[in-house]
């Protein structure tokens, strides 16, 4: 340990004996305890250390407790969460996370509550944000870890509200053939309509309440000084499609790779989760160490345990897999019998819970949440005597996004780790495995719903006719166990072997485009060995495929097209979408904004279908590209997109000269803090020029409107496996929370640069890098 280090001892009421938290020089706490319950009384505590605001907004919001705390503003937001709080049996959902689950959330919670009461004290400071809004944090109850599920990653349900809408403006048939355009689907899926249900009754109003519960919490003097009456101004306060494209995008890459294809000779395995970027992270690195248990890794803040890092023995990850997990049902009321619903060739009654919402500066407000046998009913259209509602797994006990890490965490070898995996609900995830004795795995987990007689692809009748029939056992899934070719990696692409699909019903047909999956896949099949450093270079390659697909094509069908200087620019670029590239900022442009509208065109969409197809999906517009017929007509009208991406590319560049052109000038990355424009300090950082798309392995979705970034990883690890110490690990912006900290934001110009900090284990490394040390002792 350096001799120069900050050290505390606190007293803290709770705690059964003494615990340490190290803090390196990077942020990372490492815990270390006696006992389980210490252990994650620690973890909490230390959670709230660093996170302290930002898990109580979060769990404010799961809740539907914000408008106590914030006024009228809040109403509608609380009364949508509330739609989907886990509302079942907690004597089921405890068991299904394992049999000490409600110990270490209990434990985990009064950590969390100990911080607090030391703030009450004064013994210990709230983070700045609390003063600016005039509020204080809650006392968590351990039910509060697990009953929010709004997190939960499922996306289906805002499919098929989009393919509805298309398939009402342009027809079923011709609507199915243009939404692939906007969603691959695999398996040749073509999507129809049930006998029953009529694209036209769906509206953005279906879901607002769903999209609602799952946006981000918004901060205005606006919202926060409105009053009752204009609550229902902030029914939306995020557009429509930019939650709906938030859940399509979130995904991640991770691979292993076999002791005999590293130059290290051990395993190594690496992953970098993509999400909406948020300040702070919502992801955070902590090391948990007692008798029995010493797992470092990655979590959300408000989870106890890691989803992904490794314990000593055996390393694990996971990324999104695509199983649908949510269906969208329609209902037949009766004007003489609102309250009920035709089901099964009888009626039934819709259930109802009345609750009360306290409201900040008002009476408390009543309402009524109404839900059938399927969920909760999102919208009631009484003049037309219907109703919908949402079937999705995380209604379910043992759905609780990633608490069944606890199980995985412990794991240490395969078998456990096989187990452990069997009461994983959600979300819905390829898991990767390495450990020690050069094992590595893939498995996909997570509720996968039988549906026998419809594809889940467009709502249905909720009459009974259409119910899933249990789930996919988890065992029944496909699997895979050190493979010959040496490797293992998903990207969230469609990676269900052909003959486990062969045999099976389809688990899902909808999936991320396969540009980085296809990447991975022949970069790691190079005859070479690698290292951390090429698991570096992976993870930050902002190598476009589909670019490379794109201008392959285009040199075949521009050959003949006379002199193009456009075409020029583009011919000789390497595919890449660095930040510095001129070619790269003109060809995103012409393909999300001017490429994509034409093929849609020329497959008969209209000019009111084609933002409903928008973002497009990338690798069905290059294969329509690649498949199209070189006629006269489509290579002018080629060179006509191309010309207006270029006019476009230099309007937004100021009219600069060309080779001044570069893509990070407009696909920028701005991590604002949600109450910047109520406070004078800036705590928001600057805005960071960065290259990539979703179809490079360094993931940097954008929105349309303006390029600027809106999904991609915070944080990075790679794992050599065995040798723990040379791990490596960035999060970006910092581990802190808190503005005006140390580690608010002190990684974030590493995570840029490509630059990764030491994953430190071992307690020589950790007690080396020590910046700060907390005691906490019984009271």
């Known amino acids: 340990m350096t001799t120069d280090i900050s050290s505390k001892l606190l007293k803290t009421h709770g705690l059964w004996g003494q615990v340490s938290i190290n803090i390196d020089r990077w942020g990372v706490p490492h815990i270390r305890a006696e006992n389980v319950h210490d252990l994650f009384f620690a973890q909490g505590w230390n959670a709230a250390r660093d996170r302290l605001w930002q898990i109580d907004l979060a769990r404010k919001r799961g809740l539907g407790l914000l408008s106590r705390d914030f006024g009228p503003g809040y109403l509608a937001q609380d009364r949508a969460s509330r739609l989907f709080l886990y509302r079942g049996d907690m004597a089921s959902e405890w068991k299904a996370y394992g049999s000490d689950s409600e110990e270490i959330c209990t434990a985990f919670t009064s950590g969390i509550n100990a911080y607090i009461d030391g703030c009450d004290a004064g013994l210990l400071d709230l983070p700045p944000e609390f003063a600016v809004l005039g509020n204080r944090p809650d006392r968590w109850k351990p039910e509060d870890v697990v009953r929010v599920r709004t997190h939960s990653l499922t996306q289906n349900a805002s499919s098929e509200l989009l393919r509805s809408k298309v398939m009402a403006v342009a027809g079923p048939k011709l609507g199915a053939k243009l939404d692939v355009l906007r969603k691959h689907l695999s398996h040749g899926r073509a999507p129809a309509p049930s006998d029953g249900f009529d694209p036209e009754v769906m509206s953005d109003r279906v879901l607002r309440d769903y999209q609602l519960a799952r946006c981000p919490v918004t901060f205005s003097k606006e919202r926060l000084y409105c009053s009752l009456d204009e609550s229902d101004l902030w029914t939306v306060v995020v557009p429509p499609g930019e939650i709906a494209r938030s859940s399509f995008e979130e995904g991640s890459n991770n691979w292993a790779i076999s002791a005999e294809k590293t130059s290290t000779g051990r395993p190594i395995l690496a992953f970098d989760p993509h999400r909406t970027h948020t300040l702070p992270s919502i992801r955070y690195v902590v090391h948990l160490t007692m008798s029995g248990l010493d797992v470092i890794g990655a979590g959300e803040p408000m989870v106890p345990g890691v989803s992904m890092g490794h314990n000593g023995t055996a390393a694990f990850a996971l990324t999104i897999f695509g199983a649908d997990q949510e269906d969208i049902y329609v209902y037949e009321t009766a004007s003489d019998d609102p309250e009920s619903y035709a089901y099964d060739g009888g009626r039934e009654k819709f259930r109802v819970v009345e609750e009360v919402i306290p409201v900040k500066g008002f009476l408390d407000q009543p309402i009524g949440l109404h839900f059938t046998r399927h969920g909760p009913v999102v919208y009631q259209d009484k003049k037309n005597n219907r109703a919908f509602g949402l079937r999705t797994v995380w209604m379910d006990p043992g759905m609780a996004p990633y608490m069944a890490s606890l199980s995985?965490?412990?794991?240490?070898?395969?078998?456990?780790?096989?187990?452990?995996?069997?009461?994983?609900?959600?979300?819905?995830?390829?898991?990767?495995?390495?450990?020690?004795?050069?094992?590595?795995?893939?498995?996909?987990?997570?509720?996968?719903?039988?549906?026998?007689?419809?594809?889940?692809?467009?709502?249905?009748?909720?009459?009974?006719?259409?119910?899933?029939?249990?789930?996919?056992?988890?065992?029944?899934?496909?699997?895979?166990?050190?493979?010959?070719?040496?490797?293992?990696?998903?990207?969230?692409?469609?990676?269900?072997?052909?003959?486990?699909?062969?045999?099976?019903?389809?688990?899902?047909?909808?999936?991320?485009?396969?540009?980085?999956?296809?990447?991975?896949?022949?970069?790691?099949?190079?005859?070479?060995?690698?290292?951390?450093?090429?698991?570096?270079?992976?993870?930050?390659?902002?190598?476009?495929?589909?670019?490379?697909?794109?201008?392959?094509?285009?040199?075949?069908?521009?050959?003949?097209?006379?002199?193009?200087?456009?075409?020029?620019?583009?011919?000789?670029?390497?595919?890449?979408?660095?930040?510095?590239?001129?070619?790269?900022?003109?060809?995103?442009?012409?393909?999300?904004?001017?490429?994509?509208?034409?093929?849609?065109?020329?497959?008969?969409?209209?000019?009111?279908?084609?933002?409903l197809l928008m973002p497009f999906d990338a690798p069905s517009i290059a294969a329509w590209l690649e498949n199209a017929v070189p006629d006269r007509e489509l290579v002018e009208a080629l060179q006509a997109s191309l010309m207006d991406a270029w006019t476009e590319c230099s309007t937004l560049m100021g009219g600069e000269e060309p080779a001044n052109w570069s893509w990070g000038r407009l696909h920028k990355l701005y991590l604002r803090h949600p109450l910047q424009s109520l406070v004078t300090a800036n705590w928001s950082l600057e805005a960071m020029r960065l290259g990539g798309s979703s179809s490079t392995l360094n993931y940097a979705t954008y929105r349309l409107g303006d390029f600027s970034i809106s999904g991609g990883p915070s944080v990075r690890m790679i794992i050599d496996v065995g040798n723990w110490d040379e791990s490596l690990f960035i999060n970006n912006p910092g581990q802190s929370g808190v503005p005006g900290s140390t580690h608010y934001a002190d990684l974030t110009s590493s995570w840029r640069q490509g630059e990764y900090k030491p994953l430190l284990y071992s307690m020589t490394k950790v007690e080396e890098a020590t910046a700060s040390r907390i005691d906490l002792v019984p009271s």
């Open 408 to 611: 995985v965490m412990r794991a240490k070898t395969y078998r456990e780790y096989e187990r452990s995996l069997e009461g994983w609900g959600c979300p819905s995830v390829n898991h990767v495995y390495a450990d020690t004795s050069n094992t590595i795995a893939w498995r996909p987990v997570g509720a996968a719903p039988v549906r026998d007689n419809w594809d889940g692809l467009l709502p249905v009748p909720g009459d009974g006719r259409f119910e899933w029939r249990g789930y996919l056992g988890p065992s029944d899934g496909p699997t895979e166990i050190n493979p010959a070719r040496g490797f293992i990696a998903t990207a969230n692409a469609m990676n269900v072997p052909d003959d486990w699909s062969r045999s099976n019903r389809a688990i899902a047909y909808e999936w991320l485009d396969s540009s980085r999956h296809d990447t991975l896949h022949y970069e790691l099949s190079r005859d070479k060995l690698f290292s951390l450093e090429d698991c570096i270079r992976l993870q930050c390659s902002t190598f476009s495929p589909i670019a490379a697909r794109i201008a392959k094509t285009g040199t075949k069908l521009f050959r003949d097209a006379g002199d193009l200087p456009i075409w020029e620019f583009l011919r000789p670029w390497d595919n890449d979408l660095s930040a510095d590239s001129a070619p790269a900022a003109l060809f995103e442009v012409w393909l999300s904004k001017h490429l994509g509208p034409l093929v849609a065109r020329r497959e008969g969409a209209s000019a009111q279908v084609i933002p």
